[in-house]
């Protein structure tokens, strides 16, 4: 399928047998989806670059100027450990993130705040998969440590973070600019969600007892952001404008970024109405990243990364993620499994260019054209989750910290006969998720069922929600 310029640590000619030994298995009546699953597997490990402190995940291939030590960039690592969680292998990641918090002479290193990130609730959620209580409580000291960083840099006085849109990873949007110190519905979310990971991790510790202050933390930047960052005339989460201190007035895709967190209240839920708008965020080819109906929607010019409108799989993959919270975790009527399978069955469709597939920077919302297509920088792309949305959205393995196995499929009905999510490396077993309508397919029986290693814990005849114990 390609030109292979630019080899790291496993290059082509040994992806099957790093495949073999390291990814879950998917397989389902729609070929595009099947395609994509093990493309991102392919491409993820194209990432993957052996340096002396270990093994790192790159997110561009070429080098960036911008980048710290071993080409590394810190804005989408919170992705890299969503998706590799999955691996079998916890050694890749393991190396990254020592590499990240110690690789500076035992210090982080020198971009690690360079972007706003969610890096602890990432690798508590890394934690819920691999069970590696040891790791993470070892790790806790240096998370700790960047958590009261990002306080010092960029906690305002009104009991909000504030960031750059540039260092949101998100340059050119409506709402804020380069230079603008703008309190941000994302980094308030990523803050929550770092706050109440080092609780839950420090609560592994036995040696900890100051985890509840960080409970108390998430609680304050939830209750500021309800406060101050949701405009009851459009029932949405918005940037405030540090000058003049006003909302933004603009509905901007980071909005639905505090429920990845689980983080509003219920009666927040209504924002989610605006998601499967064609007028506001609805695009034929992906949720665009402002509203389409506001007057600046790209308006800043195109392709030198502009987040005024166009589709960002950045910013899709924590929407779907957020939007599989929701439907998991609140009792609304706004979004239903119908919904997700739509979206994501478009964030299928849009992950080909010229008959390939493919994963880019960015892309047109309305023809799917990936608008850095032909640069080199943008081939390859490591901004973005997809598998971990098929293993904890479509399929619906639901990480837990206890040995309850939940299975909650957002698959409509009579959408699919059958799939088969296989070779799942969770708590230390393996996984099968199987649905086999008429029991024809896979000859285990009618329905919805979950094995762990080999052994049948849960079954039922629907398409419904399954718990069982490991």
Known sequence: MEDENIKQAIPNDSAWNWMQKN????????????????????????????????????????????????NLIASALGHHIYESRWLHDKKYMDDNLKVWYRGNDGKPLKKLRFYS?????????????????????????????????????KMGANGLYWQYDVRDAMEETISGGRKEKNPRPSINGYMYGNAMALGKIGRLDENNNHWLVYYAKADSIKNALQLKLWNRNHNFFEVRKEQG????????????????????????????????????????????????SHPLFRTHGCCKCEWDGAVWPFATSQTLTAMANLL?????????????????????????YRGCPYIGEYLDEKTGY??????????????????????????????????????????????WDWFCLDNVLYHGKIITIIWDKTGVKYKKGKGLSVFVNGKRIAVSEKLEKLTGKL
């Open 370 to 415: 990936w608008l850095k297509g032909d640069e080199e920088r943008s081939r390859y792309y490591n901004h973005s989750t997809f598998n971990d949305l098929i293993i904890t959205g479509l399929v619906g393995l639901r990480p837990r910290a206890d040995d309850s196995i939940v299975v909650n499929p957002l698959l409509p009905a009579n959408k």
């Open 117 to 153: 990130s969610w890096n602890m609730d990432a690798i508590y959620n890394r934690y819920l998969v691999n069970n590696d209580k040891k790791f993470v409580v070892d790790l806790l000291p240096d998370l700790e440590g960047d958590y009261a960083e990002w306080e010092k840099e």
């Open 245 to 292: 201190d006003t909302l933004a007035n603009v509905k901007e895709e980071i909005g639905f970024i505090p429920w990845y967190f689980n983080m509003p209240d219920k009666d927040y839920n209504i924002a989610w109405k605006s998601l499967t708008d064609t007028k506001i965020f609805c695009a034929p080819f992906g949720i665009t990243t402002a509203d389409r």
């Open 23 to 70: 990814i879950p298995l998917f397989e389902c009546p729609q070929q595009n989806f099947e395609e994509i699953f093990y493309y991102r597997w392919w491409t993820l490990r194209k990432h993957i670059k052996k340096t002396e402190k270990g093994f790192v995940f790159t997110e561009f291939l070429v080098q960036r100027s911008y980048a710290d030590k071993y």
């Open 328 to 352: 998991n975790n609140y009792k609304q009527d706004y979004v239903a499994d119908s919904n997700y399978f739509l979206l994501l069955n478009t964030y299928v469709e849009s992950q080909y």
